[in-house]
């Protein structure tokens, strides 16, 4: 069974940054399209950021020129940067393909104060 495990979350006030990681128990050599995820309190789970193999990249409008996603096959992790941050970008934060193949991890808790 394929295992997603993330990292990185934490409280941070409005205009900080982290960098959010998540390890896959498998190769990501293979994985087309890797994504993050993220559902805030009382709200559906939304696609954020998407990364293809050959590197092109996808961003909800609502992040854009604030994250940036990445990903390093060799360690077969793939990273969010998230810089600027905002309140409403608080939330649990998950990693999965663009396609949610793979049974959910348990995300990493993202707070950001204002």
């Known amino acids: 069974q394929v295992q997603l495990v993330e990292s990185g979350g934490g409280l941070v006030q409005a205009g900080g940054s982290l960098k959010l990681s998540c390890a896959a128990s498998?190769?990501?050599?293979?994985?087309?399209?890797l994504a993050w995820f993220r559902q805030a309190p009382g709200k559906q789970r939304e696609l954020v950021a998407t990364?293809?193999?050959?590197?092109?990249?996808y961003y909800v409008d609502s992040v854009k020129g604030r994250f940036t996603i990445s990903r390093d096959n060799a360690k077969n992790t793939v990273y969010l940067q998230m810089n600027s941050l905002k309140p409403d970008d608080t939330a649990v934060y998950y990693c999965?393909?663009?396609?949610?193949?793979?049974?959910w991890g348990q995300g990493t808790q993202v707070t950001v104060s204002s």
């Open positions: 498998i190769s990501t050599f293979s994985i087309k399209t």
């Open positions: 999965n393909t663009v396609s949610r193949t793979y049974n």
């Open positions: 990364i293809s193999s050959g590197r092109s990249t």
